[in-house]
């Protein structure tokens, strides 16, 4: 395998909204920037461009403007690893061309987040989709003309995916969240103060107004042969089934932090605890987007554009640090309406399997252990997904604090972890 090394000012470890805004504002500001991203091109997971329409204005004109930067974009390429050295930071990570060394003096974490599955009987069966996979099979040419849909979970993301699977001609028989009436009324309500997502919230809502959307309502049950058939809805008073042909379901999102943790940044949860410019505990590093809070594209991008040009070494406007801050409390507002109530954590039956890759069931994990325990004895968290399924859903279900993350952080080449970097293939260059 080839091994390619790089250095330079900042790296950018993703390239969503966030990543992007971060290295189109270090560029800006006169640093040698590489942003360092898995997907075939800039975007991130929101701003996948669809087979049918492309991609939003918004997204492009981003795009656009990292292209006119002079920051340079590595794609197809995974961060598996990272760590200090002297004044100076080392990422390694696999790429189409080999293994690749990125060594840069400070480093914007820009990881995103991947969504919250909690297990309920029935969620491995053929047909039953994450929220937002659904969204990205869809972009992708999914076709689901006339299947019967039903959409389960929390948060605003039911909205546009419901309105996508509409426009694409899906039955939609039921949206249901799990937040309350009076919680949703009320966080609709603060949207006063931002008339342009109350505006974009209705007409969602209105592209799929012949679909039941119903609060306080969850699916308990899925069942079905070798595909999905039904599910069972719940409300906390009774049951009833529902016949359908394809459940998405979602409780939210996760930040992919594990870089954050590897190189040593301090955390309030699952979340790196930042200062005003977006730098953690860590010094030289960086972090901006779900990261910190799950607060939506426009809260990384002003995020992005803070910890760019901090890393740069440039100031950020007050203006920017002010709209960061009210944007950050409607984050926190978010986070408390939607949290996954007391009975979407109780679903899953001792039969009922908790870690796909594994196959490990509920009744398998004791709850006096560890999630290193419940590693050592079952094998849970073991598999190919390295726990980013099940970690987050077993500290809900279970009420386990994170595990310890050890490099690499994600599945890897043995070439590219024993990779000798001293011949490089490529010059120590960006320019």
Known sequence: MNAIRYECDVAVVGAGPAGIAAAVTAAGAGARTIVLDEGTGPGGQIWRPSVKVGQPSRASAWIERLGRSSATVLRSTSVVTAHAADDRFVLRGESTEGAVEIVCRRVVLATGAHELFLPFPGWTLPNVFGIGGAQALLKSGLNVRGRR???????PLLFPVAASLAKAGAELVLVAEQATRAAVVSYVASLWRRPSTLVQAASL??????????TGTWVSHAHGDDVLRGVVVADGKRTRMVDCDMLCTGFGLVPNNELARLLGCAMHGRFAIVDDTQATSTSGVYTAGETTGIGGVDAALVEGEIAGAAAAGARPSAALLARRNRL????????RTFAPRAEIKCLAKPETIVCRCEDTTLGELDGRWT?????????AGMGPCQGRVCGAALECVMGWPSDTVRSPVQPARLSTLTADFSAASKPSSTE
């Open 328 to 335: 950050a409390r409607d984050a926190e507002l978010l986070a």
């Open 149 to 155: 849909v039903v959409i389960s979970g929390s948060g």
């Open 205 to 214: 809502r209105a592209s799929f107004i012949g679909a039941r959307y119903q």
């Open 371 to 379: 999630a290193r325990q419940a590693k050592l004895y079952t094998r």
